[in-house]
């Protein structure tokens, strides 16, 4: 039987009659972009992230954007964010005119590395995006600590781990700004584009707000120049039926990432990457010394495991072992294949490949599983004895 990558169709699906009633109620209005349906989400987005506020937007890019925008990040600024993470990230630096700068990564949590973002602060560093990758907490009291220091926004890329916590406190209301993503394959998922903004600055969230409806206050009259980047009715309607549901999500993506370390750990030549030899705020990576590496969860965060990533070392076997998967029908990607630092459109910067050691290798390495909430237990067990399998074979 093949195993699928993702399934959203199980997620939606098994909530039809309430989305099919959320729908009728917004085309029954007549109102179809922010308004009432908007106000009501962003009200439970706030309640569920204790966040002070919420400003749903139109995409987890444009949440970026915005963010940037609001802060008075422009020409000049730098602005260090990882070079291992979704183009987004480094996009909208570019966007606004300020120039992204980019930091190593750490092995065991995929997210930035602090040392390295404290070597490449320069005078016009501005602000710093960690990124929450595969719905693991960055080490933020290491990026907060940093910013303090130095005078540093930090707006959190939270689009892959709405929900995730950092020593008990949600991802995204720890920075200046948290941004979220609701693309469909995001742990909270939309039926089209959309995003949200967190903060717990009430003139920040004000300006946001303006910069959302192309920077007008009052009507027709502009302070700033802004954009349209303004949530559909529709979309927060679906996505205010989905957010009761989310705990629940993520309790099954935790026992899918369970079942897969208990029984890939099993194997020989497979191990559980130590929590203790993060780099990213201590002494350095150690490496365990296997052919596949499995994602861990720090005791410290509440990972919500928007993706099971793990490595696969040694030349060309992380492309030999996901040609044998597909090969087999199941389903996997590669987030990502090549790091922002080496791409076409930042040649400009001048970066080497050999600049970010870790961000470059990782690329090579990783695989992520099918992991979605819905994903049947058997089909996990699937896609373990393939693994076995190619490394038997
Ligand atoms: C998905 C994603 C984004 C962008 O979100 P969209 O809603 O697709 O615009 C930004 N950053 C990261 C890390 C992401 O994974």
């Given at each position: 039987?093949?195993?699928?990558?993702?399934d959203?169709?199980?997620?939606?699906g098994?909530?039809?009659?309430?989305?099919?009633?959320?729908?009728?109620?917004?085309?029954?209005s007549?109102?179809?972009?922010?308004g009432?349906?908007?106000?009501?989400?962003?009200?439970?987005?706030?309640?569920?992230?204790?966040?002070?506020?919420?400003?749903?937007v139109?995409?987890?890019?444009?949440?970026?954007?915005?963010a940037?925008?609001?802060?008075?990040?422009?020409?000049?600024?730098?602005?260090?964010?990882?070079?291992f993470?979704?183009?987004?990230?480094?996009?909208?630096?570019?966007?606004?005119?300020a120039?992204?700068?980019?930091?190593?990564?750490?092995?065991?949590?995929?997210?930035?590395?602090?040392?390295?973002a404290?070597?490449?602060?320069?005078?016009?560093?501005k602000?710093?995006i960690?990124?929450?990758?595969?719905?693991?907490?960055?080490?933020?009291?290491?990026?907060?600590?940093?910013?303090?220091?130095?005078?540093?926004?930090?707006?959190?890329?939270?689009?892959q781990?709405?929900g995730?916590?950092?020593?008990?406190?949600?991802?995204?209301?720890?920075?200046?700004f948290?941004?979220?993503?609701f693309?469909?394959?995001?742990?909270?998922g939309?039926?089209?584009?959309?995003?949200?903004?967190?903060?717990?600055?009430t003139?920040?969230?004000?300006?946001?707000?303006?910069?959302?409806?192309?920077?007008?206050?009052?009507?027709?009259y502009?302070q700033?120049?802004?954009?349209?980047?303004?949530?559909?009715?529709?979309?927060?309607?679906?996505?205010?039926?989905?957010?009761?549901?989310?705990?629940?999500?993520t309790?099954?993506?935790?026992?899918?990432?369970?079942?897969?370390?208990?029984?890939?750990?099993?194997?020989?030549?497979?191990?559980?990457?130590?929590?203790?030899?993060?780099?990213?705020?201590?002494?350095?990576?150690?490496?365990?010394?296997?052919?596949?590496?499995l994602?861990?969860?720090?005791?410290?965060?509440?990972?919500i495991?928007?993706?099971?990533?793990?490595?696969?070392?040694?030349?060309?076997?992380?492309?030999?072992?996901?040609?044998?998967?597909?090969?087999?029908?199941?389903?996997?990607e590669?987030?990502?294949?090549?790091?922002?630092?080496e791409?076409?459109?930042?040649?400009?910067?001048?970066?080497?490949?050999?600049?970010?050691?870790?961000a470059?290798?990782?690329?090579?390495?990783?695989?992520s599983?099918?992991?979605?909430p819905?994903?049947?237990?058997?089909?996990?067990?699937?896609?373990?004895?393939?693994?076995?399998?190619?490394?038997?074979?």
């Open positions: 039987m093949n195993v699928n990558l993702l959203l169709k199980a997620q939606n098994a909530l039809e009659p309430e989305l099919q009633e959320a729908f009728m109620r917004v085309l029954r007549g109102h179809f972009i922010l009432p349906e908007v106000d009501r989400f962003e009200r439970a987005l706030a309640e569920f992230t204790g966040a002070k506020h919420a400003l749903g139109s995409s987890g890019t444009d949440a970026i954007l915005v940037l925008m609001a802060l008075g990040v422009g020409p000049g600024d730098e602005v260090l964010c990882p070079s993470t979704f183009f987004a990230t480094a996009g909208c630096v570019a966007r606004v005119g120039t992204p700068v980019f930091v190593d990564s750490c092995p065991v949590c995929f997210n930035l590395d602090l040392r390295d404290a070597r490449r602060m320069t005078p016009r560093t602000a710093i960690p990124v929450h990758l595969f719905g693991q907490a960055a080490e933020m009291e290491g990026v907060l600590g940093l910013a303090r220091h130095h005078g540093l926004r930090v707006i959190e890329d939270a689009a781990a709405m995730a916590t950092y020593h008990g406190k949600q991802v995204g209301t720890l920075g200046d948290g941004t979220i993503s693309f469909p394959t995001k742990n909270l939309a039926l089209g584009d959309a995003g949200a903004l967190l903060t717990n600055d003139a920040l969230f004000e300006r946001a707000k303006i910069l959302r409806m192309h920077g007008m206050d009052p009507k027709y502009h700033v120049v802004g954009g349209n980047f303004r949530l559909d009715a529709l979309q927060a309607a679906m996505l205010s039926v989905k957010l009761p549901h989310f705990n629940g999500y309790a099954a993506r935790r026992r899918n990432a369970a079942l897969y370390t208990e029984r890939l750990a099993q194997l020989a030549d497979v191990e559980v990457a130590r929590a203790e030899d993060c780099g990213c705020a201590t002494s350095g990576a150690g490496e365990p010394n296997a052919r596949i590496i994602p861990v969860a720090y005791p410290a965060n509440g990972h495991w928007n993706q099971y990533t793990l490595r696969v070392t040694g030349a060309g076997r992380r492309d030999a072992m996901r040609a044998y998967l597909t090969s087999r029908g199941i389903g996997s590669i987030y990502y294949p090549l790091p922002l630092h791409q076409a459109c930042f040649a400009s910067l001048g970066y080497k490949p050999e600049d970010f050691p870790w470059h290798r990782l690329a090579g390495e990783v695989i599983l099918p992991i979605y819905e994903i049947p237990a058997e089909q996990i067990e699937q896609v373990c004895a393939v693994i076995a399998d190619f490394l038997r074979a």
